[in-house]
């Protein structure tokens, strides 16, 4: 089928604030509900507990949830809007088909015509062309169920090794950091245990906007008397009060923490019995950091020396204290490099697995962590098990009842399997809540990739920009219209709880994954009845792994208001059966670990800790005389990731309407900029064209946009598709640039105010 160009310009006409407004009218928000709905928000990885308004088969509005313990019934914007979005005009509520000669490019389509259409396009592309060219790619706002499932499907129905998702974008520099340093890839503790500590060191996370709920844990820490040391290249609302603020040049964090580590061991601020007892590796990161004098390290940072020194005292000589870093550090071609820099501070105070002393790493999405455990990852299978290794296999391959040498292998990351689809190697792909036209780098390849593809299919419940690529769009369903588990950022699991049924022909995702299943012929293994019905299999899936779910259930998450995981179903010493809590705070001394059985509180043999050397390098394509000027990237607090959903929230959109790029005065005056004129930001791979926002918060070498829009707004069409080489992680916080007052309003801006 051939692919047609799609029109950017009526992409972003669909998405006007006017059309997003309707959502509020249709609604009468002041109507009684007829039931609240104990549940969590949709959106990031907090996940705030919440109580929806239900009326009509409606979600109509919320109250707020008091007793969960997690937010206590606070909320952001987005938790506040969230209801919003499901009464919006452009909820699928049809399968749809392309289809020129219709006004906007779709025509409706019967469901069960349309999974019909996909199972057979599928069907005939692999007899044509072998299993390994279809791919499938989820999404971690899924239920930790519904990814479970999909990894399944795409290893035992489609025989591909290729599925991934777009946790790849997100969350996996860290978790291959914490993987490599202590054998398991979670925060160590429950936030409650950050009140009370001496300091909290935030790297690369603006979490006044990104994870506001935290902030609240940062503030009643401040008022403490915890210190907040902030790294960032922008001053952003938690640095503008904090005690000591690191104003790190994008890409340089890797060489930060070495000079904080050097200044430490210089002083013999560290922790040597820790080191000793529970470590490995200690000298040779040592012998690395020596290099790190406050002098090299000022020069490359762009952090003052004094600051620095200042850095390492506080760090070194605390009692107790947190370490939390997000996307700033981790979203870079040297991103676990960043993070295990600051495994390493943490490691050498010996300041983890203790009431009030910890590190974490600030989960993104709504379900990260849980949608990073069990299955949908390229390497990896249910219970953070590893593909490649034979055990594993043999285990899964047993619960899912096939034989080993039937388990496809590792498959390749998001990125990776768009340069398949470009050489021809990939034919047909199956999205689920995934919207990569718009959040992968250098994005214009992404949009050729898609119109190379033989068949694309698309699940998702509003028609993303990446869905307008598609053959077939089935209509799935919205958070509150399932129910299912996720793991939120301290590792609690807990529950979505359906409040409304799916409208029109809009199904549950996991019924469509399974109805494909059916009509490929090959129902096997995708006969579950319900989410609770996968939990269970996932259960055991897990049982053994790392991340062991087989003590969760759906009762115990409502009795405790949730269960960190590991939770055993077995006592691990004797075999007989338990009732297990779950693990709220890990590595403490005497907890059972099933790798180190005994040896000590790390997830190696040997019990361990393992410090890395964490190198610094340059970015890959660094500003240099052609691109002279930093460009970093990443969210403002009204919108949500890709825009999809919160670009048809009206309040939302008001609060922040289109991408503003940030620059300091001094920047602007010797470009003659002013606040919101027209400026073209323009790097190797293109330009965009937004208005100014000048603000003295930022790094006069560095500009920021916020990555929420689409088409012509979209800076992922100026970032570089240089990925880090062990998590394969877009370098999205750092590329050359450069900018320049615009020869006028771009042609986006011209078509909305023709329509004024
Ligand atoms: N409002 C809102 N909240 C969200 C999301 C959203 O889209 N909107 N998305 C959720 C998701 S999926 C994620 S992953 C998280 C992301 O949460 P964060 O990581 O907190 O958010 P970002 O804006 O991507 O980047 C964080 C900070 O990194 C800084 N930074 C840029 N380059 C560098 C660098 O080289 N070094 C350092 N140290 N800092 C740098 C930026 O200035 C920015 O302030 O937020 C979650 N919460
Ligand atoms: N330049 C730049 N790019 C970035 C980033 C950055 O900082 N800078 N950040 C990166 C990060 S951290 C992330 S996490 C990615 C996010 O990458 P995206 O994949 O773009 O994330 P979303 O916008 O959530 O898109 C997911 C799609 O899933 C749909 N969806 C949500 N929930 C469900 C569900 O339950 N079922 C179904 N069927 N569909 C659902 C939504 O409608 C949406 O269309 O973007 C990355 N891209
Ligand atoms: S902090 Fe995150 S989970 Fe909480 S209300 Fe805001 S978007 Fe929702
Ligand atoms: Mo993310």
Same mark, same amino acid.
């Given at each position: 089928?051939?692919?047609?160009?799609?029109?950017?310009?009526?992409?972003?006409?669909?998405?006007?604030?006017?059309?997003?407004?309707?959502?509020?009218?249709?609604?009468?928000?002041?109507?009684?509900?007829?039931?609240?709905?104990?549940?969590?928000?949709?959106?990031?990885?907090?996940?705030?507990?919440?109580?929806?308004?239900?009326?009509?088969?409606?979600?109509?509005?919320?109250?707020?949830?008091?007793?969960?313990?997690?937010?206590?019934?606070?909320?952001?914007?987005?938790?506040?809007?969230?209801?919003?979005?499901?009464?919006?005009?452009?909820?699928?509520?049809?399968?749809?088909?392309?289809?020129?000669?219709?006004?906007?490019?779709?025509?409706?389509?019967?469901?069960?015509?349309?999974?019909?259409?996909?199972?057979?396009?599928?069907?005939?592309?692999?007899?044509?062309?072998?299993?390994?060219?279809?791919?499938?790619?989820?999404?971690?706002?899924?239920?930790?169920?519904?990814?479970?499932?999909?990894?399944?499907?795409?290893?035992?129905?489609?025989?591909?090794?290729?599925?991934?998702?777009?946790?790849?974008?997100?969350?996996?520099?860290?978790?291959?950091?914490?993987?490599?340093?202590?054998?398991?890839?979670?925060?160590?503790?429950?936030?409650?245990?950050?009140?009370?500590?001496?300091?909290?060191?935030?790297?690369?996370?603006?979490?006044?906007?990104?994870?506001?709920?935290?902030?609240?844990?940062?503030?009643?820490?401040?008022?403490?008397?915890?210190?907040?040391?902030?790294?960032?290249?922008?001053?952003?609302?938690?640095?503008?009060?904090?005690?000591?603020?690191?104003?790190?040049?994008?890409?340089?964090?890797?060489?930060?923490?070495?000079?904080?580590?050097?200044?430490?061991?210089?002083?013999?601020?560290?922790?040597?019995?820790?080191?000793?007892?529970?470590?490995?590796?200690?000298?040779?990161?040592?012998?690395?950091?020596?290099?790190?004098?406050?002098?090299?390290?000022?020069?490359?940072?762009?952090?003052?020396?004094?600051?620095?020194?200042?850095?390492?005292?506080?760090?070194?000589?605390?009692?107790?204290?947190?370490?939390?870093?997000?996307?700033?550090?981790?979203?870079?071609?040297?991103?676990?490099?960043?993070?295990?820099?600051?495994?390493?501070?943490?490691?050498?105070?010996?300041?983890?697995?203790?009431?009030?002393?910890?590190?974490?790493?600030?989960?993104?999405?709504?379900?990260?962590?849980?949608?990073?455990?069990? +299955?949908?990852?390229?390497?990896? $299978? *249910? &219970?953070?098990?590893?593909?490649?290794?034979?055990?594993? @296999? #043999?285990?899964? %391959? !047993?619960?899912? +009842?096939?034989?080993?040498?039937? $388990? *496809? &292998?590792?498959?390749?990351?998001?990125?990776?399997?768009? @340069? #398949?689809?470009? %050489? !021809?190697?990939?034919?047909?792909?199956?999205?689920?809540?995934?919207?990569?036209?718009?959040?992968?780098?250098?994005?214009?390849?992404?949009?050729?990739?898609?119109?190379?593809?033989?068949?694309?299919?698309?699940?998702?419940?509003?028609?993303?920009?990446?869905?307008?690529?598609?053959?077939?769009?089935?209509?799935?369903?919205?958070?509150?219209?399932?129910?299912?588990?996720?793991?939120?950022?301290?590792?609690?699991?807990?529950?979505?709880?359906?409040?409304?049924?799916?409208?029109?022909?809009?199904?549950?995702?996991?019924?469509?994954?399974?109805?494909?299943?059916?009509?490929?012929?090959?129902?096997?293994?995708?006969?579950?009845?319900?989410?609770?019905?996968?939990?269970?299999?996932?259960?055991?899936?897990?049982?053994?792994?790392?991340?062991?779910?087989?003590?969760?259930?759906?009762?115990?998450?409502?009795?405790?208001?949730?269960?960190?995981?590991?939770?055993?179903?077995?006592?691990?010493?004797?075999?007989?059966?338990?009732?297990?809590?779950?693990?709220?705070?890990?590595?403490?001394?005497?907890?059972?670990?099933?790798?180190?059985?005994?040896?000590?509180?790390?997830?190696?043999?040997?019990?361990?800790?393992?410090?890395?050397?964490?190198?610094?390098?340059?970015?890959?394509?660094?500003?240099?005389?052609?691109?002279?000027?930093?460009?970093?990237?990443?969210?403002?607090?009204?919108?949500?990731?890709?825009?999809?959903?919160?670009?048809?929230?009206?309040?939302?959109?008001?609060?922040?309407?289109?991408?503003?790029?940030?620059?300091?005065?001094?920047?602007?005056?010797?470009?003659?900029?002013?606040?919101?004129?027209?400026?073209?930001?323009?790097?190797?791979?293109?330009?965009?064209?937004?208005?100014?926002?000048?603000?003295?918060?930022?790094?006069?070498?560095?500009?920021?946009?916020?990555?929420?829009?689409?088409?012509?707004?979209?800076?992922?069409?100026?970032?570089?598709?240089?990925?880090?080489?062990?998590?394969?992680?877009?370098?999205?916080?750092?590329?050359?640039?450069?900018?320049?007052?615009?020869?006028?309003?771009?042609?986006?801006?011209?078509?909305?105010?023709?329509?004024?």
């Amino acid at each position: 089928m051939a692919r047609l160009p799609v029109d950017e310009l009526r992409i972003i006409e669909g998405f006007g604030p006017h059309l997003s407004r309707m959502s509020g009218l249709r609604l009468s928000t002041s109507a009684e509900p007829e039931r609240l709905v104990k549940t969590h928000c949709c959106f990031c990885g907090q996940q705030c507990g919440i109580q929806l308004k239900v009326r009509d088969n409606q979600v109509i509005g919320f109250e707020p949830w008091e007793e969960f313990p997690f937010n206590r019934g606070m909320l952001c914007p987005k938790g506040v809007k969230r209801y919003l979005q499901a009464a919006h005009p452009d909820r699928l509520t049809t399968a749809l088909r392309r289809d020129p000669a219709a006004p906007h490019g779709f025509s409706p389509l019967g469901y069960e015509d349309a999974v019909a259409a996909v199972a057979g396009r599928i069907e005939q592309i692999q007899r044509t062309h072998g299993n390994q060219a279809v791919a499938v790619l989820g999404g971690a706002s899924l239920t930790t169920e519904k990814t479970y499932l999909l990894g399944k499907f795409a290893r035992v129905c489609l025989k591909t090794p290729y599925i991934d998702y777009n946790g790849r974008l997100c969350m996996v520099s860290a978790g291959a950091a914490n993987k490599k340093a202590f054998g398991i890839d979670r925060t160590t503790n429950p936030w409650s245990d950050m009140v009370g500590t001496d300091v909290i060191w935030v790297a690369g996370s603006n979490v006044a906007e990104c994870s506001p709920i935290t902030t609240n844990y940062l503030w009643q820490a401040r008022e403490q008397g915890a210190r907040i040391i902030v790294q960032d290249p922008r001053i952003t609302p938690a640095a503008r009060t904090c005690d000591l603020y690191l104003p790190v040049k994008p890409g340089r964090d890797a060489a930060l923490f070495a000079g904080v580590l050097q200044g430490m061991i210089e002083h013999d601020w560290l922790d040597r019995a820790f080191i000793e007892g529970f470590t490995s590796g200690f000298d040779q990161v040592a012998e690395y950091c020596r290099q790190w004098t406050p002098q090299r390290t000022a020069q490359v940072t762009g952090v003052p020396e004094r600051s620095i020194r200042l850095a390492a005292e506080w760090w070194g000589t605390a009692k107790t204290s947190f370490l939390f870093h997000a996307r700033g550090i981790e979203h870079h071609s040297n991103g676990v490099q960043n993070a295990l820099g600051t495994i390493n501070l943490v490691l050498a105070s010996g300041r983890i697995g203790k009431p009030k002393s910890g590190y974490g790493t600030i989960v993104g999405q709504g379900n990260g962590q849980g949608g990073r455990e069990h +299955g949908q990852k390229a390497d990896q $299978l *249910p &219970g953070w098990r590893d593909i490649s290794n034979p055990e594993h @296999r #043999k285990y899964i %391959a !047993g619960v899912w +009842g096939i034989d080993e040498k039937d $388990l *496809p &292998g590792p498959g390749v990351d998001a990125y990776e399997l768009f @340069r #398949k689809v470009d %050489a !021809g190697e990939i034919k047909a792909l199956l999205s689920i809540c995934f919207n990569p036209k718009v959040s992968l780098p250098d994005s214009t390849f992404i949009t050729r990739c898609l119109e190379k593809l033989e068949f694309y299919a698309a699940i998702d419940f509003f028609l993303n920009d990446t869905a307008r690529h598609a053959d077939v769009v089935l209509p799935g369903s919205l958070q509150e219209e399932d129910e299912g588990t996720v793991t939120q950022v301290e590792c609690r699991v807990i529950k979505i709880n359906k409040a409304v049924e799916c409208p029109g022909d809009a199904r549950q995702d996991w019924r469509i994954v399974q109805d494909i299943a059916g009509a490929l012929g090959r129902p096997h293994g995708f006969t579950f009845n319900g989410p609770r019905e996968i939990f269970d299999e996932l259960r055991i899936a897990s049982k053994g792994g790392v991340a062991d779910y087989s003590g969760v259930t759906y009762e115990k998450i409502e009795r405790q208001m949730g269960v960190f995981w590991p939770c055993y179903s077995e006592d691990p010493e004797t075999g007989q059966p338990i009732d297990h809590p779950g693990t709220p705070r890990l590595f403490e001394r005497g907890s059972y670990n099933p790798v180190a059985r005994g040896n000590g509180p790390f997830y190696f043999p040997d019990g361990k800790a393992r410090f890395n050397v964490a190198e610094y390098r340059p970015p890959v394509d660094d500003a240099d005389e052609e691109y002279p000027i930093y460009l970093t990237t990443g969210r403002v607090v009204s919108q949500f990731l890709s825009g999809t959903q919160t670009r048809r929230i009206g309040p939302l959109v008001d609060q922040y309407p289109e991408p503003r790029v940030e620059l300091h005065p001094r920047l602007a005056d010797t470009l003659g900029i002013e606040d919101g004129a027209w400026t073209t930001v323009e790097t190797r791979r293109g330009a965009i064209t937004v208005r100014a926002m000048v603000v003295t918060t930022i790094r006069p070498d560095t500009v920021f946009i916020p990555y929420h829009w689409p088409g012509q707004k979209s800076p992922n069409r100026l970032t570089v598709a240089a990925q880090d080489p062990i998590s394969k992680i877009p370098q999205y916080k750092v590329c050359g640039c450069r900018v320049r007052r615009a020869d006028g309003p771009p042609e986006y801006a011209a078509l909305l105010e023709s329509q004024q």
